[in-house]
């Protein structure tokens, strides 16, 4: 008991596979993800710095290394299922929470749950960091996604991940870090040898124009 099993269950999230129940020619788990979104949230937030914004590191660091831990009770759910709806969402998030507050209480030290419930809330809020957050967490999915489509696989549900994660970081276009990922990144990605090359850059200029552009 206690922060043993703390410890223990770090290696558990490396045997928990993300979209499970799908053909995948590469296997990521939450572990992997966890740490991929912390090192693009520390590029990301580098580039907001270096346009004038003031960067809270520890909280940005502490948002993404913490941000998937709850899965280890529910398991990754696949975006398009667990974002069908607001009410859905909601619903994964108040078990989310319940499940993991449990835990906190049942295996950290009185005078450590207030530190960890606090870390293990959900990190994706209207500041800075949590929108960095929110932004790094669909890049890697964007990658992820890409990463399948590239390889040939004709699943339908990675085009899916892939809009969904396109046009969620679109929300956030007013960011410096986002204009830098759209003019400097998403460039170098496309240009990458895949199958279908020229659906893939078709559906890509789509949603950055109609979000770019919403009256039009």
């Keep these: 008991m206690g922060v043993h099993n ?9 045997n928990l596979f993300r979209c499970p129940g799908k053909f995948k020619y590469q296997e990521h788990s939450v572990a992997a ?3 991929k979104v912390t090192k693009i949230a520390q590029f990301l937030g580098t580039v907001e710095e270096a346009h004038g914004e003031k960067v809270d590191w520890k909280a940005l660091y502490e948002k993404a290394l913490n941000h998937d831990y709850a899965e280890l009770f529910t398991g990754d759910i ?32 009185e005078e450590f749950q207030s530190i ?13 960091e949590g929108r960095i957050l929110s932004v790094a ?15 040939g696989n004709p699943e339908p549900l990675f085009r899916e991940i892939y809009q969904e994660a396109l046009s ?12 830098y990922f759209l003019k400097e990144i998403v460039p170098d990605l496309l240009s990458e040898t ?3 090359q ?19």
Aim: aromatic share 14%; hydrophobic share 30%; with cysteine.
């Design 137 to 151: 967490d669909k890049i890697d999915l964007l990658y992820e996604s890409f990463g399948e489509i590239q390889k």
């Design 168 to 179: 969620t970081i679109m929300e956030f276009k007013d960011m410096n870090c986002v204009q």
């Design 194 to 196: 895949y199958i279908p």
């Design 116 to 128: 960890y419930l606090e870390r293990f809330q959900e990190g994706k809020d209207d500041t800075l």
């Design 33 to 35: 993800h966890s740490f």
């Design 6 to 14: 703390y410890f223990k269950s770090l290696s558990d999230l490396e």
């Design 78 to 109: 696949k975006t398009p299922v667990k974002y069908a709806s607001n009410e859905l969402k909601e619903l994964f998030s108040q078990v989310e929470a319940q499940m993991t507050k449990k835990f906190v209480e049942k295996e950290f030290p």
């Design 198 to 216: 020229s659906e893939l850059e078709q559906m890509t200029e789509d949603i950055i124009f109609k979000k770019q552009n919403p009256s039009e």
